[in-house]
């Protein structure tokens, strides 16, 4: 089974919170650190390694094209960017694990129902005739 992508960590959070991702992030940062904070810098440190997945992946097939010539100089540029992209995976692996699985074990709480309207008033009790004669 492969781990959610950051989009679809984001369209989670959005879902769970009922708002766009980018109306939680501004309505986080000026609150103390809760949930929706944690989530968010979770979601984030997840798109900052697929974002570095990728450059690590481009930056190899560079290394590596055909008619390219690959002397020791290269060879520690290949390593180094093998390295960098073992890392951001390792990275984006437990990041997604970890969001999905705290995500999983949240729900959105539905609004509370609405106010039942008053009861309306007894009717008053009619009066009886006096029976003073």
């Known amino acids: 089974m492969s781990c959610p ?15 766009p991702l980018a109306d939680l992030a501004a309505h986080a940062h000026g609150q103390p650190p809760g949930m929706l904070s944690a989530l968010l810098g979770m979601h984030e440190a997840l798109a900052l390694a697929e974002r570095s997945i990728d450059v690590y992946r481009d930056d190899l097939a560079r290394l590596i094209q055909r008619e390219r010539q690959i002397g020791p100089h290269e060879v520690s540029h290949l390593l180094d960017g093998t390295r960098r992209l073992a890392e951001a995976v390792g990275v984006r692996e437990v990041q997604a694990k970890s969001v999905a699985a705290v995500l999983q074990s ?16 007894p009717p008053l009790a009619a009066s009886s005739p006096a029976h003073g004669r």
Do not use: K
């Open 5 to 19: 992508t950051s989009t679809d960590i984001a369209g989670r959070i959005e879902d769970l919170y009922g708002a």
């Open 106 to 121: 949240l729900a959105r709480v539905p609004a509370p129902p609405a106010p039942l309207p008053p009861a309306p008033a």
